[in-house]
């Protein structure tokens, strides 16, 4: 069935670093999702993506959608300790599923 | 507005024993889902309802069974817990509005002996 590769699954960050995960699917998506979930906690909604190409940004943090609307990355610039926690993309087909990868996780040393 | 509120938040079972675990969502969405995580696995879907009357099979349905009983209220029940399902389990409830976004309740921490 459907799946959303997430890489890396874990990844050391040095705080003030910057820090990359990326989503990968196997077909084309009608939009995707990332979502934070903080240690302990609940997948918190961050930003949906929809457009073939398009990048939005939210402070330190810049999404991409690919052009072939296949892949995602989220892009965390100046790492800090206030970002630890696990990232999700999740992605729409078009109908009621939604399939989440794996997550990342950045461990963030100070 | 308390969004979506599940229950209980921890529970620990015996191999054998049945519960039915609650959710609930007071935001108006038609769409409702159980996920279940493991470590290392992400969220993997069991079961999902698009809407009021409607019950879908996920990713991982097998040993679960659910019931939208009205538009805000959707349960997961275990007849026979097993070890294997031992994990948290989420209900979300999706918004189809501006963004598609699903709202997660705070969980529930199931562990089975």
């Known amino acids: 069935g459907q799946q959303v590769m997430q890489i890396p699954q874990y990844q050391h960050v040095q705080e003030g670093e910057d820090f990359t995960t990326y989503c990968n699917s196997s077909?084309?998506?009608?939009?995707i999702q990332w979502y934070k979930q903080r240690p302990g906690g609940h997948p918190v909604f961050l930003i949906q993506?929809?457009?073939?190409?398009e990048v939005k940004k939210q402070k330190r943090l810049t999404f991409q959608f690919g052009e072939a609307k296949k892949n995602s990355s989220l892009h965390i610039t100046a790492t800090q300790t206030t970002d630890v926690g696990t990232y999700f993309c999740a992605a729409n087909t078009g109908g009621f599923k939604t399939i989440f990868g794996a997550g990342t996780r950045p461990f963030v040393k100070a | 507005n308390a969004g979506v509120t599940q229950t209980p938040k921890f529970q620990v079972l015996k191999t054998g024993q049945s519960m039915t675990l609650q959710c609930a969502q007071d935001?108006?969405?038609?769409?409702m889902y159980w996920y279940r995580q493991d470590p290392g696995m992400g969220l993997r879907l069991i079961y999902y309802?698009?809407?009021?009357?409607?019950?879908d099979k996920g990713e991982v349905p097998n040993g679960y069974n659910v019931s939208r009983l009205n538009k805000r209220e959707f349960s997961l029940r275990l007849e026979s817990a097993a070890p294997s399902q031992t994990s948290v389990y989420f209900c979300a409830s999706r918004s189809q509005g501006n963004a598609d976004t699903q709202y997660f309740g705070p969980g529930t921490r199931l562990t089975v002996l």
């Open positions: 993506l929809v457009k073939s190409g």
């Open positions: 935001m108006n969405h038609n769409s």
């Open positions: 077909t084309t998506l009608s939009n």
């Open positions: 309802s698009a809407s009021e009357g409607t019950t």
